[in-house]
T-cell receptor, first 114, second 112 residues
Framework: DQQVKQNSPSLSVQEGRISILNCDYT??????FLWYKKYPAEGPTFLIS?????DKNEDGRFTVFLNKSAKHLSLHIVPSQPGDSAVYFC?????????????FGKGTHLIIQP | DGGITQSPKYLFRKEGQNVTLSCEQN?????MYWYRQDPGQGLRLIYY???????QKGDIAEGYSVSREKKESFPLTVTSAQKNPTAFYLC???????????FGPGTRLLVL
């Protein structure tokens, strides 16, 4: 069963507007959540993370929100830029300890329209 | 110039052949990981190592083997027992702290 779910395979947003990418999880043992950005045929690039004891973390144009009661997190990108077009993966750690590997969602392809 | 390197970028495997994918890091990270990505899918964990001379199976370890003789190196062998090896293989390393991992550029494995 999928413990980390990204239910939108793709998302199209106009340049300059806000992009909101969503992620749901089922395992309440997860203690860190991370977002990665990936271009085709390249390795994922770490964007931002959040600890399960927080509900918001901000880094420049990127903000991650965590709602533990709903087991839901979201990544907000404001303003969206053409270079943001990529696949975004939500990931979680802590299923057995901080270094036991990440559990990934299937990704959301973000397309920024000019 | 710290980072993670993977080689080769492309690798071709014949039926019944074992192939080894290289992963090296100079970030002084204790933990290293191997993931596999299939089209339209997320990354799935194959093996991981939290310390030299120790490693653990991930979710899809069957048909793969690893070694961790040096902190900097974590090679992955795709054995002939792996019946569907065609995929994009990604190596990562991390500090055993908050789960943050940093990825190499990947190796595309194709079967002839």
């Amino acid at each position: 069963d999928q413990q980390v779910k990204q239910n939108s395979p793709s998302l199209s947003v106009q340049e300059g507007r806000i992009s909101i990418l969503n992620c749901d999880y089922t395992n309440s043992m997860f203690d860190y959540f991370l977002w990665y950005k990936k271009y085709p045929a390249e390795g994922p690039t770490f964007l931002i993370s959040i600890s399960s004891i927080k509900d918001k973390n901000e880094d420049g144009r990127f903000t991650v929100f965590l709602n533990k009661s709903a087991k839901h997190l979201s990544l907000h990108i404001v303003p969206s830029q053409p270079g943001d077009s990529a696949v975004y993966f939500c990931a979680a750690s802590g299923r057995g300890g901080g270094a036991d590997g990440l559990t990934f969602g299937k990704g959301t392809h973000l397309i920024i329209q000019p | 110039d710290g980072g993670i390197t993977q080689s080769p970028k492309y690798l071709f495997r014949k039926e019944g052949q074992n192939v080894t994918l290289s992963c090296e890091q100079n970030l002084n990270h204790d933990a290293m990981y191997w993931y596999r990505q299939d089209p339209g899918q997320g990354l799935r964990l194959i093996y991981y190592s939290q310390i030299v001379n120790d490693f653990q199976k991930g979710d899809i370890a069957e048909g793969y083997s690893v070694s961790r003789e040096k902190k900097e190196s974590f090679p992955l062998t795709v054995t002939s027992a792996q019946k569907n090896p065609t995929a994009f293989y990604l190596c990562a390393s991390g500090l055993n702290r908050d789960g943050t991992q940093y990825f190499g550029p990947g190796t595309r494995l194709l079967v002839l």
